[in-house]
């Protein structure tokens, strides 16, 4: 497929203007495709525009809770990416609903791909309500559009994401606790995730039907995982595993703003999240370590590091 063929394509990303949406639609600008970024307010992706070439990018306004509008997202488009998650709100229709109508819209309208994104470890039987509708939103994609490629990364990490960010920060502490130290994840680098999204959606004959579990190059534990964000960000706290009881009493008052972890994250945290299936080897993509990339954006939070000293000598010239 030529960069001219895929000019004459529409791809609708639904959340294309969100952390994991800028690499997805950066990797799909790359190959001359027209992207359709549907979301609430589409003012939030205005900074994919220099991405994109003259007309390669569309922006319309979704309201899943508007049917009309998830139909004329859908309207026209070769692929189909659904990226919208969250953790609080209406997650039944966020997680549930709407990617089933999605996944009908895509098989009605004729749509040649469906790329859905769930995330590892989710199950209708549950106790987190998130892990529940995801489940519940494979399941209604699947009956709708059974050649979608569902895909189910593991924690995400990069530049702009809340989970290297954070701990980086508290990593100034001298003291950091650790909640869940012992449970397993498997981090993989957002723009790995983006290139592997962006290639299912645009080569259904090598992924359709299928459900993928990616993760990166390592495993870490929780306890690990702050220790490498932390030598990331040029610092040396003392890491302390808080015991599973202090967690549980913390997150059942998640519902608090501010609150360090939610419930439905509490009870996430008690199952390992490390891929079970083939993973990026299955798009040709070697994964990215942490470590190889994290100080890239970590280091601002080292007075000593790169970032501090540039800062400095800007000051003096």
């Not at 040709?284 to 994290?294: C, D, E, K, S, W």
Request: overall charge neutral; charged content about 20%; some cysteine.
């Amino acid at each position: 497929m030529t960069a001219n063929d895929w000019q004459q394509r529409i791809i609708t990303v639904f959340g294309g203007g969100g952390f994991i949406g800028r690499y997805v639609c950066e990797a799909l600008f790359k190959t001359g495709v027209r992207v359709r970024v549907a979301q609430r307010t589409p003012r939030d992706a205005f900074f994919l525009q220099p991405l994109a070439a003259v007309g390669q990018l569309d922006l319309v306004r979704t309201d899943f809770t508007r049917p009309d509008s998830l139909e004329a997202a859908v309207e026209g488009s070769w692929g189909v990416i659904n990226l919208v998650g969250a953790f609080g709100g209406k997650l039944g229709a966020l997680h549930g609903d709407a990617p089933g109508r999605i996944a009908e819209l895509a098989a009605e309208k004729g749509a040649a791909s469906l790329v859905h994104i769930s995330a590892i470890g989710v199950t209708k039987d549950s106790a987190s309500f998130y892990a529940r509708t995801k489940a519940e939103g494979e399941e209604k994609v699947r009956a709708a559009y059974p050649q979608a490629t569902i895909i189910r990364p593991s924690v995400v990490f990069g530049q702009e994401d809340e989970f290297t960010n954070r701990f980086a920060g508290m990593s100034r502490l001298p003291l950091v606790p650790v909640l869940g130290g012992k449970t397993r994840f498997q981090p993989i680098y957002v723009r790995d995730l983006g290139a592997a999204i962006a290639k299912a959606a645009q080569n259904p004959g090598d992924y359709a039907g299928q459900t993928f579990e990616l993760g990166g190059p390592d495993v870490l534990t929780m306890h690990e995982l702050n220790r490498v964000i932390a030598e990331a960000a040029g610092r040396s706290p003392e890491l302390i595993d808080l015991p599973d009881f202090v967690g549980d009493m913390m997150s059942r008052f998640g519902f608090l703003p501010g609150a360090p972890i939610t419930r439905d994250q509490w009870i996430m945290l008690q199952k390992d999240n490390v891929a079970s299936s083939p993973g990026l080897e299955a798009f040709g993509i070697t994964p990215t370590p942490l470590a190889a990339v994290a100080p890239d954006w970590l280091d601002r939070f080292n007075e000593g590091g790169r970032f501090a000293s540039r800062r400095a000598q800007a000051s003096v010239g």
